[in-house]
């Protein structure tokens, strides 16, 4: 399951000097090879990526699984990149921004569903319960 949480990452030492900028997950994928490639339009477009993730040690016959790679933004340029993966039809792997209160808009209306799903199975259970 992915998480719609952004991944945040401050300069590590060695890093691109001179730089203390804070980087934003604004795309996330299975594929080494089409993150780079997504990658490589955000570049085109002038905004600077990097590429977290790693590949998954697990094979079977008839399956390989390719792990999780993020693509990475100076936080600065993550909602031009955002709006720009959408355009480019990569909108089905953005990774949103957390909003202020925590939960995004379809976070909310999937609890809210969950909540009046459990409620009705449960009036249910109760209403067969006295009636047989």
Do not use: C, K
């Not at 008839?62 to 100076?74: E, K, R």
């Amino acid at each position: 399951m992915r998480s719609s949480r952004p991944r945040r990452h401050r300069r590590r030492r060695g890093e691109e000097p001179g730089s203390s900028e804070d980087w934003e997950q604004v795309w996330n994928g299975e594929s080494e090879t089409i993150a780079s490639i997504v990658a490589g339009r955000l570049e085109a477009e002038g905004i600077r990526t990097r590429l977290v993730g790693s590949l998954s040690p697990y094979r079977t016959v008839t399956l390989a699984l390719a792990g999780s790679w993020a693509i990475m933004v100076p936080a600065t340029s993550a909602a031009a990149a955002r709006q720009h993966l959408r355009n480019n039809n990569e909108g089905q792997n953005v990774i949103d921004e957390e909003p202020e209160g925590g939960l995004t808009m379809n976070q909310r209306a999937t609890l809210f569903f969950a909540v009046v799903f459990a409620l009705a199975v449960t009036g249910w259970v109760i209403a067969a319960q006295v009636m047989g």
